[in-house]
């Protein structure tokens, strides 16, 4: 368009030397005075003109189409020709970060609403970030920058999350409830047999049992009451999650998956078996564990969430060694370790630290070859298949 328009200079101003009519003079002045017009115009609209991102959806399956909203606001009374808009995005797992660049025209006195779609091949949290955005005149002229504002900042960030789709599994699920495991939480779905909490109370029915009768109430209701003792809940199941994975290998990303992926699969279908479990991890931000009691499958998808964003890290099990020396610890029935590199020292540690009845240790290999059985003297070893994760753990006795 510069060509075009020194052509155009050019010719008004031989049309102005060789014609003496007002008509060619007013034409000169105009295209000379023009880019001034111009320039101004842009200088005030990138002032005022505002980018950001809307809101839209936060959660999504790996492969997935996200939509990606941004919104365009152009308080000006007249158009701009050309917004171009440079978004980066990348996974906080392996930070390879990639750029999509957006051009459009916005209308005067109108808010516009773009979409892009994006999808993850792999699991972990997506940052987006409008990291330039640009505006031009109709001719192409000038090309400004949008000014940042403390108020009126047209630079603006948005994240989602990757999380895997249910993965069905059958696995048969051990019960601990009779090893003496400690608790202080009872079901408020089943009754049981622990007389220190008290379930329901109902009238007398055939087959109650005598010693259940509550004597007081019984009295003021002038009718046999009887009473349910409750449920206890106990956190017979530990995972505890290794996140060490080094970043140098070529096929760590899908390593990562791996891990996230039995993990989901285990923790979900407890949870819809109604099997409270505990889940363990350390968190890179934080320098510490989080520990989370899992009771429904609503408190399986946050565990995802907050396990996403927890990232990887290089060292001696730090999630295993920081609850080793937790005052908090107890002993549950069944501890199940997820990780990406086998260290027969782990079990060995988690053995002499007794906390548990049973070890599993799940080993994520990084293809379908997974070698020869290990054989640990403490835990029993499942080599879990990147590829198909569930398939994997199928044999598995929770």
């Known amino acids: 368009m510069l060509v075009i328009y020194i052509i155009l200079l050019i010719a008004s101003l031989l049309f102005y030397i060789l014609y003496i009519e007002s008509f060619s003079f007013y034409l000169f002045a105009f295209l000379v005075a023009l880019p001034v017009i111009l320039f101004i115009m842009l200088k005030r609209a990138s002032k005022r003109v505002k980018v950001t991102f809307a809101g839209g959806q936060r959660v999504c399956v790996r492969g997935a189409r996200i939509p990606v909203v941004i919104r365009c606001e152009n308080p000006c009374r007249y158009p701009i020709s050309n917004l171009m808009i440079e978004i980066e995005h990348y996974n906080t797992i392996d930070s390879v970060k990639d750029t999509v660049k957006i051009c459009t025209p916005l209308y005067p006195k109108e808010v516009q609403f773009l979409t892009m779609q994006l999808t993850s091949l792999h699991y972990g949290t997506i940052r987006l970030s409008i990291t330039r955005c640009r505006i031009s005149d109709m001719l192409r002229l000038f090309r400004l920058k949008l000014k940042k504002a403390s ?10 999350t990757v999380i895997p789709n249910v993965i069905p599994i059958d696995n048969p699920i051990a019960n601990y409830s009779e090893m003496g495991l400690e608790t202080d939480e009872f079901s408020k779905e089943h009754k049981g047999d622990d007389p220190s909490e008290i379930f329901d109370i109902h009238e007398y029915q055939e087959g109650d049992k005598i010693n259940r009768i509550h004597w007081k109430l019984s009295a003021k209701q002038e009718t046999t009451m009887v009473k349910d003792y409750s449920l206890p809940i106990a956190n017979s199941i530990i995972i505890v999650v290794d996140m060490n994975i080094d970043r140098k290998q070529s096929d760590f990303m899908q390593i990562y998956d791996a891990v996230v992926e039995t993990v989901s699969a285990v923790t979900q279908y407890l949870s819809e078996n ?24 609503e408190d399986s998808r946050l565990l995802l969430s907050m396990l996403l964003k927890s990232g990887l890290y290089s060292g001696e099990h730090p999630a295993l060694l920081n609850y080793v ?14 990780s990406a590199k086998y260290d027969s020292s782990v079990t060995a540690l988690m053995n002499d630290s007794d906390l548990a009845f049973r070890y599993s240790y799940l080993l994520v290999n990084a293809s379908s070859d997974t070698g020869k059985a290990l054989v640990d003297d403490f835990a029993e070893v499942v080599n879990v298949d990147a590829i198909n994760a569930p398939e994997s753990i199928r044999e598995l006795c929770l």
């Not at 108020?151 to 989602?160: D, L, R, V």
Request: hydrophobic content about 30%; charged content about 25%.
């Open 274 to 297: 109604s099997t409270v479990h505990k889940v363990i991890w350390y968190d890179t931000i934080t320098g510490e564990n989080i520990s989370m009691t899992v009771k429904d499958e």
């Open 151 to 160: 108020k009126t900042a047209p630079y603006s960030e948005t994240s989602f």
């Open 325 to 338: 020396n937790s005052q908090d610890r107890f002993k549950c029935g069944h501890l199940m370790y997820f």
